[in-house]
T-cell receptor, first 115, second 117 residues
Framework: AQSVTQPDIHITVSEGASLELRCNYS??????LFWYVQSPGQGLQLLLK??????LVQGIKGFEAEFKRSQSSFNLRKPSVHWSDAAEYFC?????????????FGKGTKLSVIP | GAVVSQHPSRVICKSGTSVKIECRSL??????MFWYRQFPKKSLMLMAT?????????EQGVEKDKFLINHASLTLSTLTVTSAHPEDSSFYIC?????????????FGPGTRLTVT
């Protein structure tokens, strides 16, 4: 079955510092990869996605992610974090044999931002 | 962009009663909607996949008679928690897949906080 691992449960960074959130996946073919963000008490918002093509993907809110097949990774980055980026971040991949287009989510990484 | 709404955003009900949560795609047609449950500080757990005009597909361990899902139109799916108990208290999130979008892409509602007293 396809799976996704987010090794970091909680990350704290200072405002203005750079950020990298890790995501490793297990997938049989060329993967579709997603990053979602969830603010407290809210639903999920799509930050960016990778389907094919350029391995460096630009998303909303200044985020980007790079697909590295050799490392089975799709890490999320932001050069300068803002206090409003504090949230929970989820990486996702399609489920194995998902005829109904279901996604499997990682356990999430909580980002705290120090002013 | 595609918008998914949920109603209500918060609900408190007494043990033994039923509560219905609505999920609507506001500006697109959704043949498939998904219902998730999220425990505090946990990831999303897929409960069921709902296809318009057909029966929902439930994940293993999810009681279909307790969590009734109806997807009667291309813009509305409902989740009814029947005979609710305190352990059903949770954050319920729906998502919808746009017919016109790339496969696997889902848009999420803002969630419904259910508290059973």
């Amino acid at each position: 079955a396809q799976s996704v691992t987010q090794p970091d449960i909680h990350i704290t960074v200072s405002e203005g510092a750079s950020l990298e959130l890790r995501c490793n996946y297990s997938y049989g073919a060329t993967p579709y990869l997603f990053w979602y963000v969830q603010s407290p008490g809210q639903g999920l918002q799509l930050l960016l996605k990778y389907f094919s093509g350029d391995t460096l993907v630009q998303g909303i809110k200044g985020f980007e992610a790079e697909f590295k097949r050799s490392q089975s990774s799709f890490n999320l980055r932001k050069p300068s974090v803002h206090w409003s980026d504090a949230a929970e971040y989820f990486c996702a991949v399609p489920r194995s044999g998902a005829g109904s287009y279901q996604l499997t989510f990682g356990k999430g990484t909580k980002l705290s931002v120090i002013p | 962009g595609a918008v998914v709404s949920q109603h209500p955003s918060r609900v408190i009900c007494k043990s033994g009663t039923s509560v219905k949560i609505e999920c609507r795609s506001l500006d697109f047609q959704a043949t498939t909607m998904f219902w998730y449950r999220q425990f505090p500080k946990k990831s999303l757990m897929l409960m069921a996949t709902s296809n318009e005009g057909s029966k929902a597909t439930y994940e293993q361990g999810v009681e279909k008679d307790k969590f009734l899902i109806n997807h009667a139109s291309l813009t509305l799916s409902t989740l009814t928690v029947t005979s609710a108990h305190p352990e059903d208290s949770s954050f319920y999130i729906c998502s919808a897949r746009d017919l016109g979008l790339a496969v696997y892409e889902q848009y999420f509602g803002p969630g419904t906080r259910l508290t059973v007293t």
